[in-house]
């Protein structure tokens, strides 16, 4: 069975910090990724990375704020949130396809399997 479970979020000033894991029980897939989704609006790609070539993409309002990192060996994908501001607040969610997505572009039809989701909340 395919289970993807987020964990971290929560409620932070803005500028501040949180990190954001998610484990794959009992599989390593080839690429995954973090989503997010604010009220009304599409769900988009925040970050995704490729096991083996490292290889990582970041949507331009997080670069240098947003460090995606996954272990390989225990099946985690973590996503580090620095200097947050208020447009980052959506439910995140964890992602994972079986097919290795070169460059790993984040478009939500390429992944199939999804966690629950954690809420994050940036206040001003």
């Known amino acids: 069975q395919v289970q993807l479970v987020e964990s971290g979020g929560g409620s932070v000033q803005a500028g501040g910090s949180l990190r954001l894991s998610c484990v794959a029980a009992a599989y390593s897939y080839w690429t995954m990724g973090w989503f997010r989704q604010a009220p009304g609006k599409e769900r988009e790609g925040v970050a995704a990375t490729n096991r083996g070539s490292g290889h990582t993409m970041y949507r331009d309002s997080v670069k240098g704020r947003f460090t995606i990192s996954r272990d390989n060996a225990k099946n985690t994908l973590d996503l580090q949130m620095n200097s947050l501001k208020p447009e980052d607040t959506a439910v995140y969610y964890c992602?994972?396809?079986?097919?290795?997505?070169?460059?790993?572009?984040?478009?939500?039809?390429?992944?199939?399997?999804w966690g629950q989701g954690t809420q994050v909340t940036v206040s001003s």
């Open positions: 992602a994972a396809t079986d097919f290795y997505l070169s460059p790993p572009k984040m478009v939500v039809s390429d992944f199939k399997y």
